[in-house]
Nanobody, 126 residues
Framework: QVQLVESGGGLVQAGGSLRLSCAASGRPFSSSAMGWFRQAPGKEREFVAAVRWIGSSTYYATSVKGRFMISGDNANNTLYLQMNSLKPEDTAVYYC???????????????????WGQGTQVTVSS
């Protein structure tokens, strides 16, 4: 069984920064891509950013492009999300996800991912 554990969430003022981390444990596996999603109260889970390890391709949601940066280590299935210039609308539970199946593009839909973390709360005050 694969477990993903997120950390680094918290409360920050608008304009501040946070760095989320995601670490995999359990059954060894090789991911083709990993990503971050978020879900605010009363809203659906939405894509934030993802990386496809082959070619180191990344993709960002329009709402975070230029403010967030995704990075990670394919060998250890670790993932990071550096979040700068945070806004109150970034408030949500942030989830880490991993895809084990091969992917030819950067996956952006929750259905394309095989494993999920429990989430970490990010709250941005105005």
């Amino acid at each position: 069984q694969v477990q993903l554990v997120e950390s680094g969430g918290g409360l920050v003022q608008a304009g501040g920064s946070l760095r989320l981390s995601c670490a995999a444990s359990g059954r060894p596996f090789s991911s083709s891509a990993m990503g971050w999603f978020r879900q605010a109260p009363g809203k659906e889970r939405e894509f934030v950013a993802a990386v496809r390890w082959i070619g180191s391709s990344t993709y960002y949601a329009t709402s975070v492009k230029g403010r967030f940066m995704i990075s990670g280590d394919n060998a250890n299935n670790t993932l990071y999300l550096q979040m700068n210039s945070l806004k109150p609308e970034d408030t949500a539970v942030y989830y880490c996800a991993a895809r084990e199946r091969y992917s030819i593009v950067v996956p952006t839909s929750p259905r394309e991912y095989d494993y999920w973390g429990q989430g970490t709360q990010v709250t941005v005050s105005s």
